[in-house]
């Protein structure tokens, strides 16, 4: 079945120590998505690729990078993760009028 | 900027009845798009129902259903015959039609929904 695809499900990583969480899809959408969603909050849209075409949301933190090597693969990097990046992280991919998939999730925990 | 408001932070149903959930938005944009996403304990978010802005019918799923009032910029769910597997938080969600960041999801702020045996 065509989907969405994050690893891990579960990052245990030190505060300051980077990490990277990936997402990859078979859906062959053009369109990918990184949110960040606390609890019982609505995801916090971080950024998105339209293609290779990076946008990056205004109040998105420094700390958090992404890249998209190629249309199936793209990945968060968070350079020196806080307790308050602790969260669910979403990935999620639509073509350009159409709705969103989601992955489901990465739960990052930082000690 | 487009918004929108879900303001039952928490609803209760019986199972086997019916539910409806609320949700408002503001635009000042003619051509659009609505989703209801449900999202279980296990956290994966699922898309349950789509509303195209153009079309005057609303958009029905199963026992999911909505009722889609475009001058009143309201877009509720109703669902019937309530299931305990309903147990899940609920986003409503606009998108516009156009790219760049008029694309993007804007979501309320949920809706936690229980069902009782």
């Known amino acids: 079945d065509a989907m969405v695809i994050q690893n891990p499900r579960y990052q245990v990583t030190q505060f300051g120590k980077p990490v990277t969480l990936s997402c990859s899809q078979t859906?062959?959408?053009?369109?990918m998505y990184w949110y960040q969603q606390k609890s019982s909050q609505a995801p916090k849209l971080l950024f998105h690729?339209?293609?290779?075409?990076?946008?990056n949301e205004a109040d998105t933190p420094d700390n958090f990078q992404s890249r998209r090597p190629n249309t199936s693969f793209c990945f968060l990097d968070i350079r020196s993760p806080g307790l308050g990046d602790a969260a669910m992280y979403l990935c999620?991919?639509?073509?350009?009028?159409?709705?969103?998939?989601f992955g489901p999730g990465t739960r990052l925990t930082v000690l | 900027a487009q918004t929108v408001t879900q303001s039952q932070p928490e609803m209760s149903v019986q199972e086997a009845e019916t539910v409806t959930l609320s949700c408002t938005y503001d635009?000042?944009?003619?051509?659009?798009?609505l989703f209801w996403y449900k999202q279980p304990p296990s956290r994966q978010m699922i898309l349950v129902i789509r509303?195209?802005?153009?079309?005057?019918q609303n958009a029905t799923e199963n026992r999911f259903s909505v009722n889609f009032q475009k001058a009143a910029k309201s877009f509720s769910l109703k669902i019937s015959d309530s299931q305990l597997g309903d147990a899940a938080m609920y986003f409503c969600?606009?998108?516009?039609?156009?790219?760049?960041?008029?694309?993007?999801?804007?979501f309320g702020k949920g809706t936690k929904l229980s069902v009782k045996p």
């Open positions: 999620a991919t639509s073509r350009v009028d159409n709705e969103q998939f």
């Open positions: 859906l062959n959408h053009n369109v």
């Open positions: 690729y339209y293609d290779k075409d990076f946008n």
């Open positions: 635009t000042s944009e003619s051509d659009y798009y």
């Open positions: 509303q195209e802005a153009y079309k005057q």
């Open positions: 969600a606009y998108k516009g039609v156009y790219g760049g960041s008029q694309g993007n999801l804007i």
